[in-house]
Nanobody, 117 residues
Framework: QVQLVESGGGLVQAGGSLRLSCAAS??????MGWFRQAPGKEREFVAA????????SYADSVKGRFTISRDNAKNTVYLQMNSLKPEDTAVYYC????????????WGQGTQVTVSS
């Protein structure tokens, strides 16, 4: 079972930036992604990336503002979040996923992102 550890969350003002990191204990899967869940809301897909080739997929709500990337040598994926909005406030989770299904499994513990206005 892969172990995933997120970091990089915090409190920022609207318009600010954060970079989230997710370190995986192994890379016995094709792709990784990010999901988020706001209070009282359903967990939603944010972005995903393939380890091989680096193909990406983004939710429409974050396209143009967020960038997912990976470092294969470190088994780590990143989510660069720019132009943050209060509606981006949520717990962000990394997970094993695929670009096609955009469904998560083997979830990390989550990291809180709070965007103030």
């Amino acid at each position: 079972q892969v172990q995933l550890v997120e970091s990089g969350g915090g409190l920022v003002q609207a318009g600010g930036s954060l970079r989230l990191s997710c370190a995986a204990s192994e890379r016995t899967f094709s792709s990784m992604g990010w999901f988020r869940q706001a209070p009282g809301k359903e967990r939603e897909f944010v972005a995903a990336i393939n380890w091989s080739g680096g193909s990406t997929s983004y939710a429409d709500s974050v396209k143009g503002r967020f960038t997912i990337s990976r470092d294969n040598a470190k088994n780590t994926v990143y989510l660069q979040m720019n132009s943050l909005k209060p509606e981006d406030t949520a717990v962000y989770y990394c997970a094993v996923t695929t670009i096609t299904t955009r469904r998560g499994s083997s979830w990390g513990q989550g990291t809180q992102v709070t965007v103030s206005s």
